[in-house]
């Protein structure tokens, strides 16, 4: 449904160009007319009537071109402009048929109206005094002084606004602004003064509408662009602030605040796309460096040390350097709790440091935090399933190496814990058997951590050994005794032993 407001906002539009189509319906228009000035001015006027704006406009430049001292051809222009929302172009026009027809109340009214909404509240205060005191119509007259009030009590309602804001009543002087620029529209210092209100209000998204808009209604507005780069900036959004820096440089290259905000700008954003780079290319040490160097070349703004530090996480948990990864991430949360990135790496972090419950704490964290994130999800089920794992048999602590072993350490710790517990290096019956039992929980151990499928089941939290999970393939149970690893060499090229599997 369309609001009442938006309605009225649409029908106000076309007034002009309505007025303009009663006006060209009168006869009698004196001004001097030459037979092809006139054949463009008709073809105009039909052109206009049917709404054909872009041809009636050809026609009345045509018009103008043929008789520059005709005020009907400029009129009529200006109300082709109107009609095409291009105000700024029109109000020359309605100005230059004022010069040539002083008494023409329905150009000076709607140029009035014009300046009203420019802000320009004494000349239009002024056009709408000329037009009550020129005998105009009664509608005229009763228009001209209904706006000649308004244009009074703005110019009472921006003292005010003025006033609140030297005084840093900036609430207040935003609601008063609110009033102006409701028909000031195109007021670009209004809405500039009003951004001001908002950034000190820390209403940032505000600000920059208001900027925005001002940096389009004042072609040279260098400082609108400047003030919407610095607020793009403090926000941590470093690439919108690069591109509003260099619009206002490509209205003047020699703007020394832009210029050196420019240069601050483009270096940070230069670090912080090489670091992604290198993040891509899994040069995760090299990522770290780039990081740390853009905390250095923008220490004061929080959000790049924030950005910076997680993706410093986000490196070290990559790179499997565990305990880093677990301090940086910590120093993340600490600012921002729910920081889905820094819960993700800093859980998978202790997973290598073989803290489950408390990556399956992070993950649970991220999973409150997120929208269906399938990592979270898939990160905290793999938490899970290695929390219970290790509460049965943890091969990676039978051999006493860390989850992230290459195979040559695996192997190293495999030979001497298997030396070490060798059944023959034990006389006792009751040392031996304990033996034994040490003994197969080793090479078993050894068997699936140097076995690459083995490992990878392992590692998602399934013991590739446990006959419970061999059910699933076919009901394939299995049973290994001390007897089947006598006489292996555990230095031998082939490997200390084979497996061998009895079927039930």
């Not at 690439?239 to 703007?255: A, F, M, N, T, V």
């Not at 780039?290 to 996480?313: D, G, H």
């Amino acid at each position: 449904m369309v609001a009442p407001r938006a309605c009225l906002s649409r029908v106000f539009s076309y007034v002009p160009f309505l007025l303009v189509l009663i006006d060209l319906q009168c006869e009698g228009i004196e001004g001097g007319i030459n037979a092809e000035v006139e054949k463009h001015l008709e073809m105009g006027k039909k052109l206009l009537a049917a709404g054909q704006l872009a041809d009636a406009l050809s026609h009345f430049h045509a018009a103008v071109d043929g008789d520059p001292d005709n005020y009907v051809a400029y009129y009529r222009r200006a109300t082709v402009y109107l009609a095409m929302g291009k105000s700024k172009s029109a109000l020359p026009d309605l100005s230059k048929v004022i010069e040539l027809k002083p008494d023409f109340t329905s150009a000076r009214l709607q140029r009035g109206n014009l300046l009203l909404k420019q802000g320009k509240l004494n000349e239009a205060a002024e056009d709408f005094k000329k037009v009550i005191l020129s005998n105009p119509s009664e509608k005229e007259q009763n228009e001209a002084r209904s706006q000649l009030t308004k244009a009074d009590e703005l110019q009472r309602i921006i003292t005010q606004a003025r006033a609140a804001f030297e005084q840093q009543e900036y609430t207040a002087a935003s609601e008063l602004l609110d009033i102006l620029i409701e028909t000031c529209v195109w007021d670009s210092e209004l809405r500039e003064l009003r951004a001001e209100c908002y950034i000190q209000l820390d209403e940032s998204g505000k600000a920059i509408s208001d900027l925005k808009a001002a940096s389009k209604l004042k072609y040279d507005n260098t400082e609108a662009f400047y003030k919407i780069s610095i607020i793009y900036y403090q926000l941590g959004d470093h690439e919108l602030s690069l591109g509003e820096i260099r619009e206002c440089l490509k209205l003047d290259p020699d703007h020394k605040q832009c210029f050196a905000h420019y240069k601050q700008v483009k270096k940070l954003n230069k670090q912080l796309t090489t670091g992604e780079d290198l993040v891509r290319q899994e040069k995760f040490s090299d990522a770290i460096n780039k990081y740390e160097s853009a905390m250095k070349t923008e220490p004061n703004v929080f959000q790049y040390t924030l950005y910076a530090k997680e993706r410093i996480c986000h490196c070290h948990s990559k790179n499997e350097q565990a305990k880093e990864a677990i301090r940086t991430c910590t120093e993340v949360l600490e600012q921002d709790a729910g920081n889905i990135n820094a819960l993700k790496d800093r859980a998978e972090a202790y997973i290598l440091e073989e803290q489950y419950e408390e990556a399956i704490k992070d993950f649970e964290v991220a999973r409150d935090h997120s929208d269906n994130d399938q990592g979270v999800k898939e990160g905290l089920e793999r938490a899970q399933k290695l929390l219970k794992q290790s509460q049965k048999k943890d091969y990676y602590k039978i051999l006493g190496v860390k989850r992230n072993a290459k195979k040559r350490e695996i192997i190293k710790a495999y030979r001497k814990l298997a030396m070490q517990w060798h059944p023959d290096n034990f006389q006792e019956e009751n040392e031996k058997k304990q033996a034994e039992k040490k003994f197969i929980d080793i090479a078993a151990a050894k068997e699936v951590l140097t076995d690459p499928e083995m490992r990878k089941k392992f590692d998602s939290g399934e013991d590739p050994l446990d006959p419970e999970n061999q059910q699933g393939e076919g009901g394939q149970h299995f049973h290994r005794s001390w007897n089947q690893w006598q006489g292996f060499n555990p230095f031998g090229s082939g490997g200390p032993f084979n497996f061998k599997f009895h079927f039930n």
